[in-house]
């Protein structure tokens, strides 16, 4: 079974436009901030109301505007577990829990059950205020999942804490999810933590969903220059199809692809770690300038600019070992190539 969605929203001069079908999966829904991916979920639970479409989960319909069916949140059987958690904050832990259970008198049993499972017993009498963030997290799930959802959205779940407690809660949260045999939707804008918990992904443009791709399609070939950015490329340029090559305007310069470009292909993307130091005579190498050296942890950017540079081009951004860059004759000037097999074609 699935949870499938096809909705249309209209919030001011936002138009929301999500089309997809997940199974039994953690899927990310993944995208900048303002994409659109926190009112999709909204939508979804019931707490926004779409202008069109329809959503149904495990056969069952949540939403149809044709046939006007839209059933409440707490009819739906999902489970949202918002950026800050959202406890009540004058219950306790156990009494967070246990409002949750459907049936009044399973109630006691059901949240000492989930106390024990997330290690919550001995926090069981104390309020939201008096918990860390990782009790708070475990509370938010333990409640959700004492409602016996058939699905459960996640906005952002790691947002809110520092970077240490990130790491220990997201090995916590994949394992509780690991024994969840319902849909999950993970929405982030981080692409390492998505990679790590989803093997498919839908990006959010814009309000626009695109078509659902595994992690590894992802990063691979992105073919949109949204889905490119969410995968850590730093480089776009506007580019025109010439053959199997494009010229690249801004900069005045052509790039080999070593494949023919379709003809709507408009602007090509360029990893900062696939620009490399060449020689002059090297295939498809081309002078630049060198504007700013940035000096990283453990690497060092450059930023380029090549020699046919318009004015107002985009800069070159360059990321190189900091040994690679020690040993480089002139800091001033310097040729640098692509591969065409590193070069990502954008429509």
Same mark, same amino acid.
């Given at each position: ?17 999500? &089309? ?274 940035? &000096? ?52």
């Amino acid at each position: 079974m699935a949870l499938c969605v096809d909705i249309r929203k209209k919030m001011g001069s936002f138009q929301l436009e999500i &089309q997809f079908e997940a199974g039994n999966e953690a899927l990310a829904l993944l995208g900048a901030s303002g994409c659109g991916k926190s009112t999709a979920l909204k939508c979804i639970a019931g707490i926004l109301t779409p202008d069109q479409g329809k959503i149904s989960l495990d056969g069952a319909v949540l939403f149809d505007s044709a046939a006007g069916v839209n059933l409440p949140p707490q009819k739906r059987r999902v489970g949202y577990l918002f950026q800050q958690y959202a406890l009540f904050p004058n219950m306790t832990v156990r009494q967070n829990i246990a409002a949750a259970v459907p049936k009044r008198r399973e109630r006691t049993a059901a949240a000492d059950i989930l106390l024990h499972r997330f290690h919550l017993a001995e926090a069981a009498d104390l309020k939201p205020r008096q918990l860390s963030g990782g009790q708070q997290q475990r509370t938010a799930l333990a409640r959700i999942l004492a409602a016996r959802p058939r699905a459960i959205l996640l906005d952002e779940p790691l947002s809110a804490l520092d970077s240490f407690l990130q790491r220990q809660l997201e090995l916590e949260l994949a394992e509780t999810l690991d024994q969840f045999s319902g849909t999950v939707l993970w929405v982030s804008h981080n692409r390492g933590e998505a990679f790590r918990n989803c093997r498919r992904v839908c990006v959010l443009d814009n309000g626009r969903s695109q078509k659902i791709r595994t992690m590894e399609e992802l990063f691979r070939s992105p073919d949109t220059e949204a889905a490119a950015r969410l995968c850590g490329c730093e480089n776009y340029v506007e580019a025109i199809p010439i053959e199997s090559a494009v010229f690249l305007p801004e900069w005045g310069v052509t790039l080999d692809c070593g494949r023919p470009v379709p003809a709507e292909i408009c602007k090509a993307g360029i990893r900062a770690h696939h620009v490399t130091i060449a020689g002059s005579t090297s295939p498809g190498a081309f002078p630049c300038a060198v504007s700013r050296v940035i &000096q990283d942890l453990s690497s060092t950017v450059v930023l380029l600019r090549p020699e046919n540079s318009l004015p107002g081009a985009p800069p070159l951004r360059m990321e190189l070992d900091q040994t690679a860059w020690s040993t480089a004759e002139d800091k001033d000037h310097i040729w640098i190539s692509i591969r065409p097999e590193d070069l990502l074609l954008l429509k």
